[in-house]
């Protein structure tokens, strides 16, 4: 069974995705900087009305992701959140300033999450030795690596991700997920043996607002799920 995991990055998309038959939902929010924890409003909402598996983005901030005191406290914080309200699963990453894994900060969010699942996210695609890393992360106990290959895309590392898949060997789930949508994913599965695909099916519509200040220069646009290419992605996956 494929299993399709939607990115989404405010409340409207998440209920637009969980409507047009996502499998489960990665919560987020402030797409345009790499996705951050979504505010307890925003849990909570979805928490209360939503059925379907759900995984929560543990990011403090953007940027890289190698954290103080402070910003690991927070993560901390929301992680026992999360679990406390009853989420399936978080995603989060941290590496050292050198580009290894931080094993012993991931041990620590393993153990804060359980009996949630982790997901290891993109922070993967900026280590420095990723068949290492691959082998640090499944003994710190993570279920799952989101990974574009360490390229833009899941298209251009492609190669990379199909070689985690069989490293893996079983012990950890490798997610591809980068620039994935209905019009690349036959082809993408071609050369990715995966049972679960991650993907954010944005597009951009026009905002709500119908009165706009010209001199703040403010975007008139917005980003939310696209049924549309959520379904279109299913289909695909249905029929493999």
């Avoid at 990115?7 to 047009?20: L, N, Q, W």
């Avoid at 929301?78 to 978080?90: E, H, P, Y």
């Avoid at 049972?195 to 099916?201: F, G, R, T």
């Amino acid at each position: 069974m494929k299993i399709l995991e939607i990115a989404v990055f405010s409340i409207e998309s998440a209920f637009i995705a969980a409507k047009a038959g996502a499998d489960r939902l990665e919560l987020c929010e402030n797409y345009d900087n790499g996705g951050t924890t979504p505010s307890y409003g925003y849990l909570k909402t979805v928490r209360n009305q939503l059925s379907l598996p759900m995984f929560v983005m543990i990011c403090p901030r953007a940027g890289d992701f190698v954290y103080n005191e402070e910003e690991f406290a927070a993560m901390k914080a929301d992680i026992l959140l999360c679990k406390q309200m009853g989420f399936d699963g978080i995603v989060a990453g941290v590496l050292k300033a050198d580009g290894s894994i931080d094993t012993e900060r991931l041990q620590q969010i393993v153990e804060w999450a359980y009996p949630m699942d982790v997901t290891f996210h993109r922070a993967f695609d900026r280590c420095n030795n990723p068949m290492m890393a691959l082998q640090q992360i499944v003994a710190c106990g993570c279920q799952r690596i989101l990974t574009s290959g360490q390229q833009p895309s899941a298209f251009e590392g492609k190669d990379l991700i199909q070689q985690l898949i069989e490293a893996a060997n079983d012990d950890i789930i490798i997610l591809p997920g980068g620039g994935i949508r209905s019009n690349n994913l036959n082809a993408l599965m071609q050369s990715i043996q995966s049972n679960e695909w991650h993907s954010s099916a944005k597009k951009w519509v026009p905002a709500n607002s119908e009165y706009w200040v010209e001199s703040m220069h403010d975007a008139k646009e917005k980003i939310i799920a696209d049924a549309n290419e959520i379904a279109a992605l299913q289909t695909i996956l249905n029929a493999s």
